[in-house]
């Protein structure tokens, strides 16, 4: 959707705003209204308040406000980014999405292996949404995905000598 100046000015200076005032009251935080606004032909973040001028690219605004607990800072989320649930399921943030019980950090679990002939075979992630960051392995029409590519190559190296052993006997 092309949005006039007058809209994305409206936009900014009061959802933007709002947003993001309300978001440092309650945490605390000192996010900057201008970190919630990307410019596509800027390639950097603003450092200052936008002056929405220049029609040959395309402004998009953040959603929402989540913590990272890695990088310890508040950062603003947009349409497109890729967050983790509760279970630490990865999924693509979406127009409309309440990311309110989403993270930016996968809640790191124990990963499950198991072993075969010898060999312990990784287990593969949960999936909402295809991501390009995945490799997958389809088997009888399941698809399992790893996020690791070492991870992956091991697992179907593992699955080709199970499947070529039973074939050979």
């Known amino acids: 959707m092309e949005m006039t100046l007058a809209t994305l000015n409206v936009k900014y200076w009061s959802y933007i705003n709002d947003m993001v005032d309300v978001y440092n009251i309650l945490h605390k935080s000192d996010v900057k209204p201008w970190e919630c606004v990307r410019f596509s032909l800027q390639g950097k973040p603003f450092k200052e308040h936008p002056v929405f001028q220049d029609k040959d690219g395309e402004y998009t605004f953040a959603v929402g406000i989540l913590y990272d607990e890695v990088e310890k800072k508040h950062k603003p989320v947009f349409v497109g980014d890729k967050l983790f649930n509760a279970v630490g399921v990865r999924t693509v943030v979406t127009e409309g999405m309440n990311i309110s019980l989403l993270s930016w950090n996968e809640t790191k679990k124990q990963k499950k292996n198991l072993s075969v002939n010898g060999y312990k075979l990784p287990a593969p992630e949960k ?11 389809n088997i009888g029409g399941e698809t399992f995905a790893y996020e690791d590519e070492d991870e992956y190559k091991l697992a179907s190296d593992i699955i080709m000598c199970i499947l070529k052993e039973v074939r050979d006997k």
């Open 127 to 137: 999936v909402i949404l295809p991501d390009v960051d995945y490799h997958y392995i």
